[in-house]
């Protein structure tokens, strides 16, 4: 989480790196080259190096410094096998394997296909297995039976697929605020995700909200539901009852969803409410737009470690896991961190670095 590089080409002594914002268009340029990769194997289920690509994406956009020469990546981890696109780039200009991934036909209907809200790659190949590549072969496509979450993953496809802007986070704040509040006034709402990490744009807003009230917090989330129903600003709504259980242990698994109540939805966000307006690119006569949100609804006592894995960024959760996993031979995941059976109390997220003996990282450190 925290390493040590001894970088040659800049200051000779060591530099302390972290998990930082993106910085340099060059490493932008690197990373995002091994994320084409890394989506790749994604598609093609092969999990090994789809996962390699991307520890090597984080390494590089967590350099303090720009890689300009292949001594550069000679210190580093996670880069081994992978270099080769980056040398390619370094020498060329650009990337065989890069550029040959980008005009393959499976991967680009797969990542057409996957950028509708609701299409996993299981769906995304099996209309590619049918033939269809593009929208409108899906949409006239006779057999194909889309369900509520697809349909309205199509509906609002261009307003879902444009970046949310930190203006646009701070008026659904204000949005959820607001309802949240005229369910229980002394709710708890904090911004997590992508937007708490600092990030200039999102693809969606994430808010965690819960109530002083241990047990109330399973029914907040329905009540805020209606409550923004009501206010005319809800699009779609898919919602998850808690199925935390205080007994139970984390299960352990990188990618798992958590136990706690939780809804994404699509509200409407009306023009006016925005500071500086909407994030559009074309001029939008509507007035309004649809935008994605997460909401989850933790109790109190799990409020830190929701709080930390909503945090994100996945790269990092996954990190900080396997770090509790080998180095502490404890379990961590959203709803807690065990030493053996034993359930370690945090308020705060700094409580739960202390509790994994690592210094405190702030969330705009935690990007890769
Ligand atoms: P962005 O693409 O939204 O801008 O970036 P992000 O905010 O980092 O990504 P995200 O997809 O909104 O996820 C935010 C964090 O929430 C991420 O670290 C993963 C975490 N997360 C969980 N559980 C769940 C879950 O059930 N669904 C989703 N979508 N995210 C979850 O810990
Ligand atoms: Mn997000
Ligand atoms: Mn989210």
């Known amino acids: 989480i925290q390493v040590c590089v001894s970088h040659p080409g800049s200051h000779g002594g060591s530099t302390r790196w972290h998990y930082e914002p993106i910085r340099t268009h060059m490493s932008d340029r690197h990373a995002d080259a091994l994320e084409v990769l890394a989506e790749y194997y994604e598609f093609k289920e092969i999990e090994g190096p789809c996962l390699a690509f991307r520890r090597a994406t984080s390494v590089l956009k967590s350099l303090p410094f720009v890689v300009q020469c292949l001594r550069d990546l000679r210190d580093l981890p996670c880069l081994g096998e992978h270099t080769k696109a980056i040398m390619e780039i370094l020498e060329y200009g650009r990337s065989f394997e890069v550029e040959q991934t980008l005009s393959d036909e499976r991967?680009?209907?797969?990542?057409?296909?996957?950028?509708?809200f609701g299409v996993g790659p299981k769906t995304a190949d099996k209309w590619y297995r049918q033939g269809l590549r593009s929208f409108s072969d899906v949409l006239t496509e006779p057999g194909i039976h889309l369900n509520r979450m697809q349909q309205t993953g199509f509906l609002h496809?261009?307003?879902?697929?444009r970046a949310v802007s930190k203006a646009e986070a701070r008026a659904l704040g204000s949005i959820i605020d607001e309802a949240v509040r005229a369910i229980t006034p002394d709710a708890i709402i904090a911004l997590t995700g992508g937007f708490r990490r600092g990030k200039e744009f999102g693809h969606d807003v994430d808010f965690l909200v819960t109530t002083p009230e241990l047990?109330?917090?399973?029914?907040?989330?329905?009540?805020?539901?209606?409550?923004l129903k009501k206010k005319g600003f809800l699009l779609y709504c898919d919602y998850h009852a808690s199925t935390f259980d205080m007994a139970r242990l984390p299960s352990f698994s990188f990618e798992a969803m958590d136990h706690f109540a939780k809804c994404f939805l699509i509200l409407r966000l009306e023009e006016g409410k925005v500071e500086g307006g909407l994030n559009s690119s074309e001029k939008d006569s509507r007035g309004w737009r649809a935008v994605r949100v997460d909401l989850v609804s933790p109790p109190l006592d799990r409020y830190a470690y929701a709080l930390l894995g909503w945090t994100g960024s996945r790269m990092f959760e996954r990190d900080l896991r396997r770090f509790a996993r080998l180095e502490r031979r404890m379990l961590l995941d959203n709803h807690g961190l065990y030493d053996k059976t034993k359930f370690l109390a945090a308020t705060t997220e700094k409580d739960i670095f202390a509790h994994l003996g690592l210094e405190y990282i702030e969330p705009w450190q935690r990007n890769a």
């Open 107 to 116: 991967y680009q209907t797969l990542k057409l296909f996957t950028s509708v």
């Open 215 to 227: 047990g109330r917090e399973r029914s907040l989330l329905p009540d805020v539901i209606d409550e």
């Open 157 to 161: 496809y261009g307003d879902i697929s």
